[in-house]
């Protein structure tokens, strides 16, 4: 019998009042019917009755403290169930038999899910610090640009027929990657907070992609990429926004041109038949992914060194945003790459019913 049990207790205690009662009540007889009130036996019986008496009291002031104490712990115990559940009651009855054991458990529980709790607050508001960190740092540099283009101009460089219509294109391409970036943000946030609706028909993903190659086609002859598209001969009915698609596929086929072969680059576009998904394959001959990197490409603003080395132009958020749309259509992307060999990038997207 475990007694620091408030239940165990009680019962002691109730075990004493009423053998100390009873105690007294044959006592008591005895004396009336003995008549022997005044010879020494009837002091020893009132010293007796007085020391039962006195335990009787220690005892009941001990439960009754006890009782209070044992309430007080319910009501913590009541509090904490409260806000960890969100409920108002709880069945705390049923563990009354063991409450002391149960209420540490719960404590060290709520403990440890607090603890979890912080941890989790402590990583998401590293993850802020970074992301306003890297937005900053994307910002500086074509604000800083333009703010030394313009300050030479005003200086006397407006009269100056060298540098004036040059500086004042320069300035111009860095508004338009100010411009870019923060479009670019804003299509995150919005693909992150799922206000973006998506506006899903049927069209023939072959000849989306042939739109997007030839838009990009002066971009690569400028890189010496060439493209190589296997056409399946017949079109390949996909149902998504076509739009986004169109973007996904221009971030894919941009990168495989960026970081493509610079001296016989080819980019290589492939649909393979998955059943109920078509999958589209961009392959180039690229400077290739660190194996080291190839699940964080995806992240915003995350740039391979590699790929640092290869251009300044980037601004990692690209594949940020292929990443999400490819989601947002409940279908999968994935990558794989070899240094120095190239890499490849697909993604799935549902056939047209
Ligand atoms: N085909 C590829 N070959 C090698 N590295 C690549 C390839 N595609 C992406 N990467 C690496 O992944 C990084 C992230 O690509 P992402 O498209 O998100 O950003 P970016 O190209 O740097 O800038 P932007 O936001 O303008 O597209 C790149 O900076 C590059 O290091
Ligand atoms: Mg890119």
């Known amino acids: 019998m475990k007694f620091h049990e408030p239940k165990n207790l009680a019962l002691l205690n109730s075990l004493i009042i009423t053998g100390s009662y009873i105690m007294l009540f044959f006592l008591s007889v005895g004396i009336i019917f003995t008549g022997a009130l005044s010879n020494i036996y009837a002091y020893i019986t009132l010293i007796i009755t007085s020391i039962v008496l006195f335990i009787i009291t220690f005892f009941i002031f001990r439960y009754t403290l006890e009782k209070f104490i044992y309430s007080k712990i319910r009501l913590i115990y009541k509090s904490i169930h409260s806000v960890k559940t969100g409920k108002k009651e709880q069945p705390y009855n049923q563990q009354a038999g063991n409450l002391m054991d149960h209420v540490q458990k719960e404590v060290e529980n709520w403990e440890s899910e607090k603890q979890r709790e912080i941890e989790q607050l402590n990583l998401l508001s590293q993850y802020r610090r970074d992301f306003v960190g890297n937005v900053a740092h994307e910002l500086k540099t074509p604000l800083f640009n333009i ?9 006397g460089g407006l009269e100056d027929p060298t540098i004036n219509r040059e500086y004042l294109k320069r300035t111009e391409k860095s508004i338009e990657r100010l411009a870019k970036i923060l479009e670019d943000l804003d299509e995150i946030s919005q693909l992150e907070s799922g206000h973006m609706k998506l506006k899903i028909t049927r069209f023939n993903i072959v000849s989306l992609t042939r739109e997007v190659t030839e838009s990009l086609e002066m971009k690569a002859q400028k890189h010496e990429i060439q493209f190589v ?5 017949k079109p390949l009915m996909v149902e998504g926004d076509k739009d986004k698609i169109r973007q996904v596929l221009t971030n894919i086929i941009d990168n495989s041109i960026r970081y493509g072969n610079q001296e016989i680059g080819r980019t290589k576009i492939s649909f393979y038949d998955m059943g109920e ?8 001959n690229g400077i290739g992914i660190d194996s080291g990197d190839l699940v964080r490409v995806f992240d915003r603003f995350y740039r391979t060194d590699r790929g640092r080395n290869a251009t300044k132009k980037g601004k990692g958020l690209g594949l940020a945003i292929v990443k999400h749309i490819v989601e947002a259509h409940q279908q999968t992307i994935n990558v794989r790459s070899t240094i120095g060999v190239g890499t490849t990038f697909g993604f799935t997207l549902k056939k047209a019913s």
């Open 147 to 155: 703010q030394g283009y313009v300050s030479t101009l005003l200086d």
């Open 277 to 284: 998904n078509f999958l589209v394959e961009v392959t180039d």
């Open 229 to 233: 598209l296997n056409d399946p001969g």
